[in-house]
């Protein structure tokens, strides 16, 4: 799911009516176009745009790899600066939260330490 999808999506702007806004400010509409909430997650960063977002949602990541599956918190998923707890190298990702109705889903691999939508 990219920035955009994710900023028009009909669940999120019923929990945030002015995601749009808080999205436009993230970069131009192609960045936002290619920029994926899995990729904003796993990156790691503490200014991450969608992130905070997710945080005050109190997400849950569930990681999905070969019939195994795993839950965290996203408030427990990073140790510090650009640290994340263990995960495998490719994996899908989905979160809840307890204020979605429905799970949110994005499948990465880890290329090297580069996430990419597949």
């Not at 999506?9 to 806004?21: D, G, L, R, Y």
Request: proline letters at 4%; charged letters at 20%; a positive charge.
């Amino acid at each position: 799911m990219t920035i955009e999808d994710f900023s028009n999506s009909e669940i999120i702007k019923a929990i945030f009516p002015n995601v749009k806004e808080f999205a436009n400010l993230f970069g131009s509409l192609p960045i936002r176009n290619r920029a994926t909430v899995g990729g904003n997650i796993i990156n790691a960063s503490p200014i991450a745009d969608i992130t905070s977002l997710l945080l005050v949602l109190d997400a849950v990541l569930i990681f999905s790899n070969k019939g195994s599956v795993r839950e965290v918190k996203l408030s427990d998923f990073y140790k510090g600066y650009k640290q994340f707890d263990n995960f495998p190298k490719k994996f899908s990702l989905q979160f809840i939260s307890k204020f979605l109705p429905a799970i949110i889903t994005s499948a990465m691999k880890k290329c090297r330490n580069v996430f990419t939508l597949i």
